[in-house]
């Protein structure tokens, strides 16, 4: 059986693609952070992992004034606010 120039190239692709997957799958986070909001009377706190400091950090302030803000407004304003506490370590 012999394959055209489309369907080596469609192998090619799945094994880059499912050998990606699999990478990124396995090396999992690596970072966890405890980041803490006060928005509102609330003190929120959320714990958080992921591959990059800085969107962990941003994921995590999102996430902490999703249980703090109320309706869009709030929760820009809240995701503007510093945080009251980041706490990082490497996994």
């Not at 006060?38 to 990059?52: K, P, R, T």
């Amino acid at each position: 059986m012999k394959l055209n120039k489309a369907a080596v190239a469609t192998i090619l692709f799945l094994g880059i693609f499912g050998g990606l997957t699999f990478s990124m799958i396995w090396s999992g986070s690596k970072y966890e952070c405890e980041i803490c909001i006060s928005y509102n009377g609330y003190d929120v706190c959320q714990l958080v992992e992921g591959m990059d400091y800085e969107t962990t950090v941003q994921t995590g302030i999102s996430t902490a004034c999703a249980g703090a803000a109320n309706g869009r407004t709030e929760s820009i304003e809240c995701g503007m606010t510093p945080p009251t506490k980041v706490t990082c370590k490497e996994l």
